[in-house]
């Protein structure tokens, strides 16, 4: 099938190879269209049929850097679902781009599907916007994270923390992004930088504590962010946020209620950081308790609490307000705090405070939230703990 559409669409190609601007067009316009054909071919949701346009995408910046013209470059679409390969490694045109030549092996041919799409990039007229895309699996412009840890064959690995990055000036989270794979699921975390030409990422560790439900990445350069907290469609990355620590820079929290496997791959172009989670053993975890405006880390429902307990999470309440009351089993109060969260305008904002226990043995409630402005009523989440005690 690849042959008999070459066959047909290279006079179309060779004709009007000199509109440079028509191929720009048409590769814009193309995009939508190709993007709705994917969706069908895998039915996956909207977001997933645009990580499996990265063919496009990559011919997009091929034509753009090379004046309309390709010169060798290597388009390898890595698709969780088509599966298209198309490494059409002799794929070049001539020095006079009036007498442009398609290269490409018949080795490579056999991969129709992905030529069909570099051909629709180019003829379609159908219209539509760009989609960044992520491939499947990794290929050669990726590079995975350094790690000291025992890597398995799919590069998935178990350590409990992770470090990369570099000292990329100015860079800022501006998406994150969710996509479901086969054996996989998949959060890329998006940055922008004042400098064009930067091609690293900024410092970041990764912290995973699967006992706690909670995959975290630390950025400690990144101080800036357009995204705040998001639900996700998958069974193990479940809910995102984005929180501001108290010395100003921001961590990213993933929920995840079971035990994992994950990889991080650091890509540029445009920069962006992508985590791969995978199932690992049969273990549940419970995950923190959550409300509108707050999140409770520490300490989780049945937790004894006794002496003097840290409680910790991050709110999102008006001037950063959170109160923190204790209850007996007859719901009379018995301790209370107060203080401030990191942050509530841009982002979460995270707060630790020491919470001192009485000697009342029983049952009780913890209440971590706000008074409402309006009513009086408390706002935020309840755990059931147990009061130590003699």
Known sequence: ?????????????????GEERALYAARRRCIKETEKMDSR????????????????????????????MLRGRDFRPLSSTGQAYCRNDAVRASPSIEKFRLFATGARLRCGVGLVALLLALLLT?????????????????????????TEADGFITADSMTGGGDTADAHITNIRFGRHDTFERLVIDFATEQSSATALPQWQLEKAAAAGVLRVHLPTVVATAFTDGDLAGDLLTQVFVVRATNRSLFVDVFIPASFRYRVLELSDPLRLVIDVAAEGTAAF?????????????????????????????????????????????????????????????????????????????????????????????????????????
């Not at 895998?42 to 091929?62: F, K, P, Q, V």
């Not at 049945?302 to 009351?325: D, K, M, P, Q, W």
Request: proline share 5%; net charge negative.
């Open 286 to 390: 419970a995950l923190p308790a959550t409300d509108k405006s707050i999140v409770l880390n520490f300490p989780r429902a049945g937790a004894t609490l006794e002496g003097s307990v840290t409680v910790s999470g991050y709110s999102r309440h008006f001037e950063a307000n959170n109160v923190i009351i204790l209850q007996d089993s007859e719901g009379s109060e018995i301790a209370r705090t107060f203080g401030t969260s990191a942050d509530y305008v841009e982002t979460w904002g995270y707060f630790s405070l020491e919470l001192a226990i009485p000697n009342r043995p029983g049952a009780g409630s913890l209440h971590v939230g706000d008074f409402d402005a309006q009513d009086g009523s408390f706002k935020g989440v309840t755990v059931l703990v147990q009061i130590g005690g003699s």
């Open 41 to 68: 071919a895998s039915g996956n949701d909207e977001t997933e049929s645009r990580m499996d346009s990265c063919l496009i995408s990559r011919a997009g910046r091929a034509l753009h850097r090379h004046g309309g």
């Open 126 to 150: 159908a219209c539509g916007d760009d989609a960044e895309s992520e491939p499947a699996q990794p290929d050669a412009a990726a590079s995975p994270a350094a790690s000291t840890a025992a």
């Open 1 to 17: 099938m690849g042959l008999a559409l070459l066959h047909t669409c290279l006079p179309a190609l060779v004709r009007h190879s």
